[in-house]
């Protein structure tokens, strides 16, 4: 455990940021995956859960996981991101959804080296896909999408946008560019990106 998670005192932090509402069912699953992190000796993380209202957003979070809470009364997905980064100790940022996992077990090395050998890159990011354990219409809609799994197939190469659920950055970006737009319920990351 303490050699996947990065135990030294000079480690950086990456900061994960998971905002919830109503996650009970999927959020174990996100924090299991991160759990799972094989990290290089010179990276150590943390995880946020940003707790943004509803009615079982912690039941089934396992004690053992180093989670810190965080709650944010305000709802909306920016106001939760937002939360979560003014919580966050770590030089880089990983914003994630609830619903989502870490899919590879590097997950988190690859966006550090990602942001690390492009430095004129200010956001790295992959590729949401299908998870045949979301059953309703709307993670059945965005599933779709994955279907055939074509993000994996593309070479990587510099875009216009990113989604939240799967987005790094330096926490130097987030400091020039400012929060993400708490007035906006949805589509925060299309503004901010």
Not at 43 to 64: A, C, F, K
Not at 88 to 97: K, L, S, V
Not at 136 to 149: K, L, V, Y
Request: net charge negative; with cysteine.
């Amino acid at each position: 455990f303490s050699q996947a998670w990065g135990t030294l005192m000079n480690a950086r932090l990456v900061s994960v940021v998971v905002p919830c509402r109503n996650a009970a069912s999927t959020l174990p699953l996100l924090l299991t995956s991160l759990m799972s992190q094989q990290l290089p000796p010179n990276l150590s993380i943390e995880i946020i859960v940003v707790d943004n209202g509803g009615t079982n957003n912690l039941i089934g979070i396992p004690t053992r996981l180093p989670v810190r809470i965080v709650r944010e009364a305000r709802p909306g997905p920016a106001c939760a991101r937002n939360a979560g980064v003014r919580a966050a100790n770590g030089e880089t940022i990983i914003f994630m959804d609830a619903d989502t996992r870490a899919v590879t077990p590097h997950f988190v090395a690859t966006h550090v080296k990602t942001l690390d050998e492009r430095p004129e890159v200010g956001i790295a990011g992959g590729p949401i896909t299908h998870d045949p354990e979301q059953k309703n219409i709307f993670a059945f809609a965005e599933n779709a999408t994955a279907q055939f799994n074509w993000h994996d197939q593309m070479p990587a190469r510099y875009l216009t946008f990113q989604p939240t659920p799967n987005m790094a950055f330096r926490r130097t970006l987030y400091d020039r560019v400012g929060p993400l737009d708490d007035t906006l319920r949805y589509l925060e990351d299309f503004e901010w990106n």
